[in-house]
């Protein structure tokens, strides 16, 4: 029996493998109502044969870890679009997100209850990856958690 391969959208993730460290701007919110810098450092990488990334993420002020993530990436044939599972130090339930790949920018988006997030990951400059994460309540106002801009080590 032949097995499944990873299709090419499966491969596109390959973008997100790697170590990757850059500068955080958190924007004031109900989270972080000051906001300020921090340091974001990601570990990512393939798994399942190529249908999967692993993703661990944690993000440092002042010297701390002060949030920590963990992430699954794939992609849904039947759905036809990317999936992020996720799961953080904070003891939300685990968080999807589905989203497209628009040439190098992948947006992804969750959608309530209670509150709506957008992430977009920009891989159009070779080894740095642009990252932006939105809350909205209702899915119509935006607001802006934090902008990060990563290099791959």
């Known amino acids: 029996m032949d097995m499944p391969k990873p299709t090419d959208q499966h491969l596109k993730l390959k973008k997100l493998v790697g170590q990757w460290q850059g500068e955080e701007i958190m924007h004031p919110s109900d989270w972080d109502p000051k906001g300020g810098k921090a340091t974001g450092r990601m570990n990512?990488?393939?798994?399942?044969?190529?249908?999967?990334?692993?993703?661990d993420y944690e993000q440092e002020r002042a010297g701390a870890i002060t949030y920590a993530g963990h992430a699954v990436y794939t992609y849904d044939?039947?759905?036809a679009c990317y999936m992020l599972h996720w799961f953080d130090s904070m003891g939300s339930p685990p968080e999807v997100?589905?989203?497209?790949?628009?040439?190098?920018?992948?947006?992804?988006?969750?959608?309530?209850?209670?509150m709506h997030a957008r992430m977009t990951h920009d891989f159009?400059?070779?080894?740095?990856?642009?990252s932006r994460m939105e809350m909205s309540p209702d899915g119509k106002e935006w607001k802006t958690l934090f902008d990060g801009t990563y290099d791959r080590k």
């Open 77 to 79: 044939p039947k759905e």
């Open 44 to 55: 990512t990488r393939q798994a399942l044969d190529g249908f999967a990334v692993i993703y």
């Open 97 to 114: 997100f589905r989203g497209t790949f628009d040439g190098d920018v992948l947006t992804l988006a969750h959608d309530g209850p209670g």
């Open 124 to 130: 159009s400059k070779e080894k740095r990856m642009i």
